[in-house]
Nanobody
Framework: QVQLVESGGGLVQPGGSLRLSCAAS????????MAWYRQAPGKQRELVAT???????NYVDSVKGRFTISRNNAKNTVYLQMNSLKPEDTAVYYC???????WGQGTQVTVSS
């Protein structure tokens, strides 16, 4: 049974940083492309970043240069380091097994002064 559990969200001021974690069980993350998505109130869920089996990364234009996706295979965990946060980054952030469609429950990120 695959489970993805996100953590690390919270309230942060504009310009601040957060690191989200996605701990996986029932699967080995290094075997799959993993992704982070986000959904802001009243908006569709959007793909934020992906990391492939080979470690290649890709980002939506709005977060390039500010967010970094990575993984620790020993901990079976995927991360999203978010720097220079903006109010428009406010959303629920979700981890996903990109290839097979398993989702985590999400973690709220709020950027506000």
């Amino acid at each position: 049974q695959v489970q993805l559990v996100e953590s690390g969200g919270g309230l942060v001021q504009p310009g601040g940083s957060l690191r989200l974690s996605c701990a996986a069980s029932g699967m080995i993350i290094s075997f799959y492309t993993m992704a982070w998505y986000r959904q802001a109130p009243g908006k569709q869920r959007e793909l934020v970043a992906t990391i492939t089996i080979g470690g290649a990364t890709n980002y939506v234009d709005s977060v390039k240069g500010r967010f970094t996706i990575s993984r620790n295979n020993a901990k079976n965990t995927v991360y999203l380091q978010m720097n220079s946060l903006k109010p428009e980054d406010t959303a629920v952030y979700y981890c996903k097994d990109y290839q097979r469609g398993y989702w985590g429950q999400g973690t709220q990120v709020t950027v506000s002064s």
